[in-house]
């Protein structure tokens, strides 16, 4: 169970604020994280982008180079709400990297099932050198874009004093995500 840093008030595992200070809690990045949870967070976002980019890119039959990794990247990176771009760069890697990994076990694999030696007859043109040279760098361009268009988390919400009269002390005691209203 997580404490407050202000105050030190124990708070629900899913709390978004302090029920007592009204502090916004911390969104976890991989600085707060242990070496074990780190790996298992990016372990399973490199699990679930990878396949999703093997699924994008089956639904075309044809070679969209680093496309299903990059668009995957951008989608996790939102759903995760990861809002540190160290943490999306390391989300796009470990997506690139399990696209890569995955699609190669499936071609090699199948190679190896049917027994047939796998070869590649293609004779690339300048701009497929090109794009392929620079999937690296569309990773970055997607951990940026991924951070940009996740939302920030909500704020706490503010509550004035009535008008004219003296402001009043008062405890948030719930604030209902959902319906966005504040009970005081
Ligand atoms: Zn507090």
New binding site residues.
């Given amino acids: 169970m997580p404490y ?1 840093r ?2 030190g ?1 124990k708070m629900p595992d899913d709390a978004l604020f ?1 029920p ?2 009204g ?1 916004p809690v911390e969104e976890k990045t991989s600085a707060s994280l242990s070496l074990k949870e780190i790996t298992v967070r990016y372990i399973i976002i490199g699990l679930i982008g990878g396949f999703l980019s093997i699924t994008i890119s089956s639904l075309l039959n044809t070679n969209l180079y680093f496309i299903p990794a990059f668009l995957s990247s951008i989608l996790i990176i939102y759903m995760y709400r990861i809002r540190d771009f160290k943490d999306s760069l390391l989300a796009a890697f470990s997506i690139y990297l399990f696209y890569d990994g995955i699609l190669g076990g499936f071609i090699l694999g199948y190679s190896f099932i049917s027994n047939v030696p796998y070869e590649m007859v293609w004779l690339p043109k300048l701009w497929e050198v090109i794009l392929y040279a620079s999937s690296p760098i569309s990773a970055f361009v997607a951990a940026y874009i991924g951070v940009k268009i996740t939302p920030e988390k909500k704020k706490a919400p503010v509550v004035l004093p009535p008008k004219g009269g003296k402001p009043q002390g008062g405890v948030i005691y719930s604030y209902d995500q959902l319906s966005s209203e504040v009970k005081i």
Avoid: I, S, V
Wanted: proline share 0%; net charge neutral; charged share 25%.
């Fill in positions: 407050c202000d105050c008030t302090c007592n200070c502090r």
